[in-house]
């Protein structure tokens, strides 16, 4: 069983470059959810979908970021233009929000902005 | 007011100490509770999963809810080194898990 598969692992770029993270969540699980980790903040979640239609969007920080799921076993975010505060880990994760709304979660990407 | 809170840590027991974890949360509408596990470097993990108050037990741990006071528990008995992570509480309000910023935990032999 694959799990929740995050690319790429690492991604060092500079202040003002596009950034776009990948995930490939499990298959049969209809809710996907992104979360940005920091030491300071914890785990903050981002954006969720379910059925592959974006439901909650008001942790997106800024305009900045943009997510989108085409298709049940794809989504992306992005981050244009970068900034050094944007730094931290980002976690994918899925469910079947019909279950007991356990998240699986991928092994995240880290992303440093210089 | 954050909706959980959870003191960071960092928290360091000797190996067979009795470690409690603790959380706090101002909703008291919520009535899921999970704990999450987490190792260095890799995402989060289901650890415990209750619902409303009340004890439940798995091995070495056991997660407690008192809603009364909005108080969230995890024990470890016998902690072993392998238990070093960070912990992170969680409740389900309606479609989305709200996490603490998580506790780190470091067992020595």
């Known amino acids: 069983d694959a799990g929740v598969i995050q690319s790429p692992r690492h991604e060092v770029t500079e202040m003002g470059q596009e950034v776009t993270l990948r995930c490939k969540p499990i298959?049969?699980?209809?809710?996907l959810f992104w979360y940005r980790q920091t030491m300071m903040r914890g785990l903050e979640l981002l954006i969720y979908?379910?059925?592959?239609?974006?439901?909650?969007d008001s942790g997106m920080p800024e305009d900045r970021f943009s997510a989108k799921m085409p298709n049940a076993s794809f989504s992306t975010l992005k981050i244009q233009p970068s900034e050094p505060r944007d730094s931290a880990v980002y976690f994918c994760?899925?469910?079947?929000?019909?279950?007991?709304?356990?998240?699986?979660f991928g092994e995240g990407s880290r992303l440093t902005v210089l | 007011q954050k909706e959980v809170e959870q003191d960071p840590g960092p928290l360091s027991v000797p190996e067979g100490a009795i470690v409690s974890l603790n959380c706090t949360y101002s909703?008291?509408?919520?009535?899921?509770f999970m704990w999450y596990r987490q190792y260095s470097r890799k995402g989060p993990e289901l650890l415990m999963y209750?619902?409303?108050?009340g004890n439940k037990e798995d091995g070495r741990f056991t997660a407690q809810v008192d809603k009364s006071s909005k108080y969230i528990s995890l024990f470890i008995r016998d902690s072993q080194p392998s238990d070093s992570a960070t912990y992170l509480c969680?409740?389900?309000?309606?479609?989305?898990?709200?996490f603490g910023t998580g506790t780190r935990l470091q067992v020595f032999p």
């Open positions: 909703n008291s509408a919520f009535q899921y």
């Open positions: 298959s049969g699980h209809n809710s």
């Open positions: 979908f379910n059925n592959n239609v974006p439901i909650d």
């Open positions: 994760a899925s469910s079947f929000s019909a279950g007991t709304g356990e998240l699986f």
């Open positions: 969680a409740t389900h309000n309606t479609d989305k898990l709200i």
């Open positions: 209750t619902y409303s108050s």
